[in-house]
């Protein structure tokens, strides 16, 4: 999925970015601490455009926290703006010094700057939203402690280069620096803007868990959210959980491609083989379905054929 992040720095034509293939939305709250004066005056208005366009949007607060205690503050004033509403993507903590503040505050030790991500990502999770962290490569690598930091989405400013060399989930390809544009932003008056990359399904992600105020719209947790390869005379297993495993239903779209057989049952789990019996090459999407009703009916990931 493409995006772009902005802030009251950018103007937005919004009805001109989704034209232009806009497929999802960083949006800035605010920043530093818990005060109105700092929250981004472009907030609310970009919330209600995206919504009213079915652009899905998550959020960011650009961090000043100099200590866990600022950071306590921080988490309370992203609390505060995104209460009632519902992001369909992550909600960050962005960790960058791009005005020079910390460092000329006295930057925190490593300790200090991972535990004010953790203060406001641990307040965000218990709250129920989807928590990450923003850091460019230097920051990940001299900064941080990201080991302690992998149970929340990690957003990676890495632009300029063709892939991110980091897992993460989500990516900023390019910023004005690097030739990022969209169609219908600006800032500055200049044609430019940071533009992203979504490598998960975060919408998906968060109505299935329910988070971001969502409610969990899908009783069925399940193992794989990968796509798969296997050739013919192989099976995948796949783990589907629900609070009653007798109902839950593992299906091809196209089922003269593979088979799906039920193969055992343990406590709230119930164990599946996805067998090929199609030709090489061909693929069909793996559904799930919980006691027959078509309303919780999903896509949950691809099964292709090998060579």
Same mark, same amino acid.
């Given at each position: 999925?493409?995006?772009?992040?902005v802030? =009251?720095? /950018?103007?937005?034509?919004?009805?001109?970015?989704?034209?232009?293939?806009?497929?999802?939305?960083?949006?800035?709250?605010?920043?530093g601490?818990?005060?109105?004066?700092?929250?981004?005056?472009?907030?609310?208005?970009?919330?209600?455009?995206c919504?009213?366009?079915?652009?899905?949007?998550?959020?960011?607060?650009?961090?000043?926290?100099?200590?866990?205690?600022?950071?306590?503050?921080?988490? =309370?004033h992203?609390?505060?703006? #995104?209460?009632?509403?519902?992001?369909?993507?992550?909600? #960050?903590?962005?960790?960058?010094?791009?005005?020079g503040?910390?460092?000329?505050? $006295?930057? %925190?030790?490593?300790?200090?700057?991972?535990?004010?991500?953790?203060?406001?990502?641990d307040?965000?999770?218990?709250?129920?939203?989807? =928590?990450?962290?923003?850091?460019?490569?230097?920051?990940?690598?001299?900064?941080?402690?990201?080991?302690?930091?992998?149970?929340?989405?990690?957003?990676?400013?890495?632009?300029?280069?063709?892939k %991110?060399?980091?897992?993460?989930?989500?990516w900023?390809? /390019?910023?004005?620096a690097? $030739?990022g544009?969209?169609?219908?932003?600006?800032?500055?008056?200049?044609?430019?803007?940071?533009?992203?990359?979504?490598?998960?399904?975060?919408?998906?992600? #968060?109505?299935?868990?329910?988070l971001? /105020?969502?409610?969990?719209? /899908? %009783?069925?947790?399940?193992?794989?959210?990968?796509?798969?390869?296997?050739?013919?005379?192989?099976?995948?297993?796949?783990?589907?959980?629900?609070?009653?495993p007798?109902?839950?239903?593992?299906?091809?779209?196209?089922?003269?491609?593979v088979?799906?057989?039920?193969?055992?049952?343990?406590?709230?789990?119930?164990?599946?083989?996805?067998? %090929?019996?199609?030709?090489?090459?061909?693929?069909?999407?793996?559904w799930t379905?919980?006691?027959?009703?078509?309303?919780?009916?999903?896509?949950?990931?691809?099964?292709?054929?090998?060579?």
């Amino acid at each position: 999925m493409k995006g772009i992040d902005v802030s =009251a720095d /950018n103007h937005v034509e919004w009805e001109t970015a989704k034209e232009g293939g806009l497929e999802f939305a960083m949006l800035r709250c605010g920043y530093g601490k818990d005060l109105a004066s700092q929250d981004d005056p472009s907030f609310a208005g970009n919330v209600s455009a995206c919504e009213q366009l079915n652009i899905p949007w998550g959020t960011y607060l650009y961090s000043y926290a100099l200590n866990t205690e600022d950071a306590r503050s921080e988490l =309370a004033h992203i609390l505060r703006l #995104v209460k009632d509403r519902k992001p369909l993507f992550p909600v #960050v903590l962005d960790m960058e010094d791009a005005d020079g503040y910390k460092e000329k505050h $006295g930057m %925190p030790s490593r300790r200090v700057l991972t535990d004010i991500i953790k203060t406001v990502c641990d307040g965000l999770k218990k709250a129920g939203y989807l =928590a990450g962290y923003y850091v460019n490569k230097s920051w990940h690598d001299h900064m941080i402690y990201p080991d302690e930091l992998k149970e929340y989405e990690f957003w990676y400013a890495r632009p300029g280069y063709r892939k %991110p060399d980091l897992d993460c989930g989500l990516w900023q390809n /390019n910023i004005p620096a690097t $030739g990022g544009e969209w169609p219908g932003v600006t800032t500055g008056g200049e044609n430019e803007c940071d533009t992203d990359v979504s490598l998960k399904d975060y919408p998906q992600i #968060v109505r299935d868990e329910g988070l971001n /105020n969502w409610p969990k719209t /899908n %009783p069925i947790s399940i193992d794989t959210t990968m796509d798969v390869t296997k050739t013919r005379g192989q099976w995948y297993g796949v783990k589907c959980t629900a609070e009653d495993p007798a109902k839950i239903e593992l299906y091809p779209g196209t089922p003269d491609i593979v088979t799906v057989i039920p193969v055992k049952r343990e406590g709230d789990s119930q164990f599946f083989l996805v067998v %090929p019996i199609g030709q090489p090459g061909q693929s069909t999407g793996i559904w799930t379905r919980y006691g027959g009703d078509e309303e919780t009916a999903q896509r949950r990931f691809v099964f292709k054929i090998g060579q």
